[in-house]
């Protein structure tokens, strides 16, 4: 039977911007087994006022007092080694549940960051107060808003080639990364090359939720537990993340050139047509054309993203 590991987030347990094919795991499981993350978000900058009423949690404030090294923005947990994972396998990450871990989140920008740093050269935070029971979050504009939360981790990937050696978690690659793709969410499968013994999985970024662009920088950036199923996928030639929902299924595009993560979504998506069908690549491009939708995933992590979705039960 399938085992269920947890892992809560401490000084001890997370790794603050980076990925590296070096570090050790802190546990190693089977195949199929089921791995519970406990992941925080933000540094002591962005924490709310004490005044405001918003608590930060106690395991988040731990962390910030352990002042671990910083490269890139995110707080990962991890990284969890599965065994019999080999370079050339496929990560499969069966996202069951996805937990609340906080009461609020929170969504800024800065200079030099975002879309559109050339019209707003400032800071700027929002603090958003998050129902957990309803599922919501007011966003404190105008009037105020309250919008429907759909959690989702911006951040899922394995350990890059050994040969990049410590990489930030600020731009999504080959080995997943900061996705920030909204439609990977509970009851989504994400699937990722493997580069390294172990596959050597990191979780982190929790997004209470998203707008396609994530165009200021953040979403509702906020602290998740996440109920990761792990599985060893042999023979399946996978060279960069693809994933499904119940209802369709997904390809990526990441390049600083967005034109080019476009291309690169394409191609993708014609390559996953033509293994899946009798269709040539020249019928699958028109395909696409017809009947894929391309929506922009995100434009402020450097490596701008592009994800392709097909409708299942057009094709297969």
Same mark, same amino acid.
């Given at each position: 039977?399938?085992?269920?590991?947890?892992?809560?987030?401490?000084?001890?347990?997370?790794?603050?911007?980076?990925?590296?094919?070096?570090?050790?795991?802190?546990?190693?499981?089977?195949?199929?087994?089921?791995?519970?993350?406990?992941?925080?978000? =933000?540094?002591?900058?962005?924490?709310?006022?004490?005044?405001?009423?918003?608590?930060?949690?106690?395991?988040?404030?731990?962390?910030?007092?352990?002042?671990?090294?910083?490269?890139?923005?995110?707080?990962?947990?991890?990284?969890?080694?599965?065994?019999?994972?080999?370079?050339?396998?496929?990560?499969?990450?069966?996202?069951?549940?996805?937990?609340? *871990?906080?009461?609020?989140?929170?969504?800024?920008?800065?200079?030099?960051?975002?879309?559109?740093?050339?019209?707003?050269?400032?800071?700027?935070?929002?603090?958003?107060?998050?129902?957990?029971?309803?599922?919501? =979050?007011?966003?404190?504009?105008?009037? *105020?808003?309250?919008?429907?939360?759909?959690?989702?981790?911006?951040?899922?990937?394995?350990?890059?080639?050994?040969?990049?050696?410590?990489?930030?978690?600020?731009?999504?690659?080959?080995?997943?990364?900061?996705?920030?793709?909204?439609?990977?969410?509970?009851?989504?499968?994400?699937?990722?090359?493997?580069?390294?013994?172990?596959?050597?999985?990191?979780?982190?970024?929790?997004? *209470?939720?998203? =707008?396609?662009?994530?165009?200021?920088?953040?979403?509702?950036?906020?602290?998740?537990?996440?109920?990761?199923?792990?599985?060893?996928?042999?023979?399946?030639?996978?060279?960069?993340?693809?994933?499904?929902?119940?209802?369709?299924?997904?390809?990526?595009?990441?390049?600083?050139?967005?034109?080019?993560?476009?291309?690169?979504?394409?191609?993708?998506?014609?390559?996953?047509?033509?293994?899946?069908?009798?269709?040539?690549?020249?019928?699958?491009?028109?395909?696409?054309?017809?009947?894929?939708?391309?929506?922009?995933?995100?434009?402020?992590? *450097?490596?701008? =993203?592009?994800?392709?979705?097909?409708?299942?039960?057009?094709?297969?």
């Amino acid at each position: 039977m399938p085992a269920t590991h947890r892992l809560s987030a401490t000084p001890e347990t997370i790794r603050w911007g980076t990925f590296d094919a070096s570090y050790k795991p802190l546990i190693e499981v089977e195949s199929g087994d089921l791995v519970i993350l406990e992941c925080v978000s =933000g540094g002591p900058e962005v924490m709310p006022d004490p005044a405001s009423g918003l608590k930060v949690p106690a395991h988040l404030a731990a962390i910030h007092a352990s002042n671990p090294p910083r490269l890139g923005p995110h707080i990962l947990t991890g990284p969890v080694a599965v065994k019999g994972a080999m370079p050339g396998d496929v990560l499969r990450v069966d996202i069951e549940k996805i937990e609340l *871990g906080c009461d609020w989140g929170f969504c800024g920008f800065r200079p030099l960051g975002g879309t559109l740093p050339e019209d707003f050269p400032y800071k700027r935070m929002l603090h958003i107060p998050v129902d957990r029971e309803k599922r919501t =979050g007011h966003v404190p504009v105008g009037p *105020g808003v309250t919008l429907p939360l759909s959690p989702f981790f911006g951040v899922m990937g394995v350990a890059p080639p050994a040969e990049w050696g410590a990489i930030s978690t600020k731009e999504p690659r080959a080995h997943g990364g900061n996705l920030d793709n909204k439609e990977i969410g509970e009851g989504a499968t994400l699937f990722l090359p493997v580069h390294a013994p172990g596959a050597l999985f990191s979780a982190g970024d929790g997004h *209470g939720v998203q =707008g396609d662009g994530e165009v200021c920088i953040n979403a509702l950036e906020m602290c998740l537990t996440g109920h990761f199923r792990l599985t060893v996928e042999k023979g399946m030639d996978l060279k960069y993340p693809r994933a499904e929902t119940a209802t369709h299924f997904i390809s990526m595009g990441m390049h600083e050139d967005l034109d080019e993560a476009m291309k690169r979504a394409l191609r993708e998506m014609i390559g996953f047509i033509t293994s899946r069908t009798n269709l040539s690549a020249a019928d699958a491009y028109q395909f696409c054309s017809l009947a894929v939708d391309f929506h922009v995933t995100q434009t402020v992590n *450097g490596e701008k =993203g592009v994800h392709g979705l097909l409708k299942k039960g057009l094709l297969f």
